[in-house]
């Protein structure tokens, strides 16, 4: 049972373009959200995170949109740069006291020059 | 600035061998994980610790075991690998239930001939 469904499972866009990520949830217990950025060869590391209390988070040119009646959210980035290509993973965590995340399964974004 | 090592980047096994791959943190993290990456997959939870000498498992535990003798260290044990555990290895830690944050090693790429 996938709890977590991610798409697109690729993204291309030029530079200067929104690409967009959308992630679905289906356990209305988890209650923090984030996303993970993955350079080759690198481990992930957190971007950007939103709890369900909130619609939007924005940090620089990453924003979180959280829709908690539909169970959906989603990672914009504003005048996406050819550095920001890499593969995004959006999670969820439900207050567990271990912290364990329920990953995506990824989205490989390629920015073009 | 946190550190999650991992010993090693790449490795290569024969099926049956006993595989040992270790993490380190430094940041005298409580929560402790073993993740499995795949492509198209995602990252899939292995096992977990909350403590020294205290694991859980995690969605895909079949084949792997765990050690937590120090803090600092957690060890993932394929006992008898076989070829479908070839695999990227991440590793990660986490400091406290009130931050889901987790902070990942670089991984090991490991294959099983």
């Known amino acids: 049972q996938q709890q977590v469904k991610q798409s697109p499972q690729s993204l291309i866009v030029q530079k200067g373009g929104i690409p967009i990520i959308n992630c679905a949830y289906e356990?209305?217990?988890?209650?923090?959200f984030p996303w993970y950025q993955q350079f080759p060869g690198k481990g992930p590391a957190l971007l950007i995170a939103?709890?369900?209390?909130?619609s939007e988070k924005k940090e620089g040119r990453f924003t979180i949109s959280f829709n908690k009646s539909a169970k959906q959210f989603s990672l914009h980035i504003m005048d996406s740069q050819p550095g920001d290509s890499a593969t995004y993973f959006c999670?969820?965590?439900?207050?567990?006291?271990?912290?364990?995340?329920?990953f995506g399964k990824g989205t490989m974004l390629l920015v073009s020059p | 600035d946190v550190k999650v090592t991992q010993s090693s980047r790449y490795l290569v096994k024969r099926t049956g061998e006993k595989v040992f791959l270790e993490c380190v943190q430094d940041m005298d993290h409580e929560n402790m994980f073993w993740y499995r990456q795949d492509p198209g997959l995602g990252l899939r939870l292995i096992y977990f610790s909350y403590d020294v000498k205290m694991k859980e498992k995690g969605d895909i535990p079949e084949g792997y075991s765990v050690s937590r003798e120090k803090k600092e260290r957690f060890s993932l044990i394929l006992e008898s690998a076989s070829t479908n555990q070839t695999s990227m290895y991440l590793c990660?830690?986490?400091?406290?239930?009130?931050?889901?944050?987790?902070?990942f090693g670089p991984g090991t790429r490991l294959t099983v001939t």
């Open positions: 939103i709890r369900p209390d909130v």
């Open positions: 999670a969820a965590s439900k207050n567990s006291g271990y912290s364990t995340l329920t």
């Open positions: 356990n209305t217990a988890f209650d923090y």
């Open positions: 990660a830690s986490n400091g406290s239930p009130e931050s889901y944050e987790q902070y």
